[in-house]
Structure formats: C-alpha cells, structure tokens
C-alpha cells in the first residue's frame, strides 16, 4: 500500500512543530513499503501533492486534554468528529485531502501528540520530545499493518 506520510506543523511555534520534527526524524530512517515522507509545514496544499496514495499518516500536535506528550491514534472520522480536538491547524489538511480526492479519498489516519507549549520558540518541550521516538514506532507499525493501539 502507497503511503504518505505528513508533517504537520510550525517549528516556530514549540510544541506545534512536533509533526514536522517527525517527518525529519522518519526521512533519515528506512521504511517498509512504498513509503513518502512529507513535511508539508503549516500548509494544506500539501494535500494536492500527494499523488496516488492509498493512505495518509498525518502527524500533528493536538489538544485534547490529556497530558503533555499523549499520543493520540484517530482516524480521520474521529478526528473531524472529536469534540473540543484542537490541532494547531484545526485539521485543516484532513478536510483538504477528502475533498482534493473526492470519493477516492486515500485511508486517513491523525497520530496527534497533546503539546505542552504553543508560543513563539524553537524546540520541543520535553515532553513532546520524548513523544517523538513513540511517534515514529507507531508510524513503523502502522506500515507493517500492526495495530497498536
């Protein structure tokens, strides 16, 4: 299965760019399958240049009121669905992505990590840090097909 893999997120922001330090992290590491990894940054656009792909991994900061560095695993109907979810980006590249592909939409799945500081900064708490490497062991099995959640 095709898969892209997205960052989402500002590296200005602290905590907000957790996706787009995991899209670095996972660009320098081999992954199983046709894999493509994207840091599409604060963009929606990102959608548009996904080609044809049969799933999407979006990787992103989201409050949901759990504590710093919670891992969150959404499909893209639980994410647009979840009361009171906050991305930084109000999942803005969700909504984006179905509606570029329309009844071809690709799999979406949403791995949000709850961000401890969104303010101006560079680097991640480290909380968020330390949710990283959690991140992209998900990301890995999520490619193998395991479920892990």
């Not at 787009?20 to 992954?31: I, K, N, T, Y």
């Not at 329309?102 to 961000?115: K, N, R, T």
Request: charged share 20%.
């Amino acid at each position: 299965m095709r898969t892209a893999i997205v960052g989402v997120g500002n590296l200005l922001m602290r905590d907000d760019g957790v996706g787009v330090h995991v899209a670095h992290e996972l660009s320098d590491r081999p992954l199983p399958g046709p894999v493509e990894v994207i840091d599409a940054g604060t963009s929606a656009e990102a959608a548009f240049a996904l080609g044809s792909v049969e799933r999407v991994i979006v990787v992103d900061a989201a409050a949901l009121g759990g504590s710093p560095g919670t891992v969150y695993r959404l499909t893209a109907d639980d994410a647009l669905a979840a009361e009171g979810l906050r991305t930084c980006h109000d999942l803005g590249l969700v909504g984006t992505l179905r509606a570029a592909a329309g009844p071809d939409a690709p799999e979406i799945l949403v791995l949000g990590v709850e961000p401890k500081e969104i303010g101006w900064g560079v680097g991640l708490s480290w909380e968020v840090a330390a949710a990283v490497s959690k991140v992209i062991e998900l990301v890995n099995a999520e490619l193998k097909g395991a479920q892990c959640f």
